[in-house]
């Protein structure tokens, strides 16, 4: 009965090899002390037994040190890498319709504001939140509408 614990740690590596989520790697270590346990004895109910306990010990007891390693800070990418940059108005923005559009990094986006003023063309703002397509803004330097 060993060499089927053994072969069961052998795809629980492989399988960890191919995924990233560091839990198959703990399973075939309680392979391996399932293993163990097979020289002791044949009984497959007590090295079942042995496999769900060591396994279910190990996960448990290694999580906290896992979330601390996984806890990194993200870098935004794509749409929300430009939360919180400033932006050129290129069309009026009007609060009650919802309707204008800015210029951020060379990409045009349609933008709205929360606030209840209606911010000019020139004017910049800073980007506070992406809902689906638009860019939801707040004035910094409102230019003077001709």
Same mark, same amino acid.
């Given at each position: 009965? @060993?060499?089927? @614990?053994?072969? %069961? %740690?052998?795809?629980? !590596?492989?399988? =960890?090899?191919?995924?990233?989520?560091?839990?198959?790697? @703990?399973?075939?270590? %309680?392979?391996? !002390? #399932?293993?163990?346990?097979?020289?002791? $004895?044949?009984?497959?109910?007590? +090295?079942?037994?042995?496999?769900?306990?060591?396994?279910?010990?190990? *996960?448990?007891?290694?999580?906290?040190?896992?979330?601390?390693?996984?806890?990194?800070?993200?870098?935004?990418?794509?749409?929300?890498?430009?939360?919180?940059? $400033?932006?050129?108005?290129? =069309?009026?923005?009007? @609060? %009650?319709?919802?309707?204008? +559009? *800015?210029?951020?990094?060379?990409?045009?986006?349609? #933008?709205?504001?929360?606030? +209840?003023?209606?911010?000019?063309?020139?004017?910049?703002?800073?980007?506070?939140?992406? =809902?689906?397509?638009?860019?939801?803004?707040?004035?910094?330097?409102?230019?003077?509408?001709?």
């Amino acid at each position: 009965m @060993w060499q089927i @614990w053994l072969i %069961a %740690a052998g795809v629980f !590596i492989i399988g =960890e090899i191919i995924t990233v989520g560091f839990l198959l790697f @703990w399973l075939s270590i %309680a392979s391996l !002390i #399932a293993m163990v346990v097979s020289f002791f $004895t044949s009984n497959v109910i007590i +090295q079942m037994t042995v496999f769900v306990i060591s396994s279910g010990l190990l *996960i448990f007891a290694t999580k906290p040190l896992v979330k601390k390693l996984a806890k990194k800070d993200s870098v935004s990418t794509n749409v929300y890498s430009i939360i919180g940059k $400033t932006a050129i108005v290129i =069309e009026d923005i009007d @609060w %009650a319709s919802g309707t204008g +559009q *800015i210029k951020c990094e060379g990409e045009v986006w349609s #933008a709205k504001t929360d606030e +209840q003023i209606d911010i000019p063309t020139g004017s910049e703002v800073e980007i506070v939140s992406i =809902e689906g397509v638009k860019a939801y803004v707040k004035p910094l330097k409102i230019v003077a509408a001709k």
